[in-house]
T-cell receptor
Framework: AQKVTQAQTEISVVEKEDVTLDCVYETRDTTYYLFWYKQPPSGELVFLIRRNSFDEQNEISGRYSWNFQKSTSSFNFTITASQVVDSAVYFCALSEGKETSGSRLTFGEGTQLTVNP | DSGVTQTPKHLITATGQRVTLRCSPRSGDLSVYWYQQSLDQGLQFLIQYYNGEERAKGNILERFSAQQFPDLHSELNLSSLELGDSALYFC??????????????FGPGTRLTVL
């Protein structure tokens, strides 16, 4: 069975600090996909990134960066120079890769990030 | 805006009642997924449809059912509602034609409150 663990329930930082959100996953599949979603106070789920299991390159998008390490089954998310608008719940998710019609997402418990001015 | 629409945005009803939640996927997406987000269970997958057919089931109660219509919109039916069914229900859609691309885009959700 698949499992995603986000051990940090809540994180509070001051604006401009860097913050890393941890994600550890479990799967028996050799092909899988990892995702991060953001849920701001308004409630919608916003897609941030998808990473394939066979691509361990780290990725940077503006102030966001992701560190994927298969050896430790981790897919961590770092926000550099955090801003108040980054305050949200962040979810890490895992999907199997074998279904051609798409596969369900298994979500972690989420990390509530609060960025204080 | 993800391109996925859900109606209604809010729904308040009583125990024992039945409600229908509606979802329209992004144009061109064949797969529709339903998820439930509650305080005690977190975000959980309920069911998936692909081009009109049920493809996968998750932690969906027998009181709940869903379908996907020929125009690809989907409905989630919740019956004999209980207080514990109060939650945010998300619909998501994806292209669904290849395993290498199953990025899901979520609708704004329907917040169900059972009194």
């Amino acid at each position: 069975a698949q499992k995603v663990t986000q051990a940090q329930t809540e994180i509070s930082v001051v604006e401009k600090e860097d913050v890393t959100l941890d994600c550890v996953y479990e799967t028996r599949d050799t092909t899988y996909y990892l995702f991060w979603y953001k849920q701001p106070p308004s409630g919608e789920l916003v897609f941030l990134i998808r990473r394939n299991s066979f691509d361990e390159q780290n990725e940077i998008s503006g102030r966001y960066s992701w560190n994927f390490q298969k050896s430790t089954s981790s897919f961590n998310f770092t926000i550099t120079a955090s801003q108040v608008v980054d305050s949200a719940v962040y979810f890490c998710a895992l999907s199997e890769g074998k279904e051609t019609s798409g596969s369900r997402l298994t979500f972690g418990e989420g990390t509530q990030l609060t960025v204080n001015p | 805006d993800s391109g996925v629409t859900q109606t209604p945005k809010h729904l308040i009803t009583a125990t024992g009642q039945r409600v229908t939640l509606r979802c329209s996927p992004r144009s061109g997406d064949l797969s529709v997924y339903w998820y439930q987000q509650s305080l005690d269970q977190g975000l959980q997958f309920l069911i998936q449809y692909y081009n009109g057919e049920e493809r996968a089931k998750g932690n969906i109660l027998e009181r709940f059912s869903a379908q996907q219509f020929p125009d690809l919109h989907s409905e989630l039916n919740l019956s004999s509602l209980e207080l514990g069914d109060s939650a945010l229900y998300f619909c998501a859609s994806s292209v669904g034609t290849q395993a290498t691309y199953n990025e899901q885009f979520f609708g704004p959700g329907t917040r169900l409150t059972v009194l």
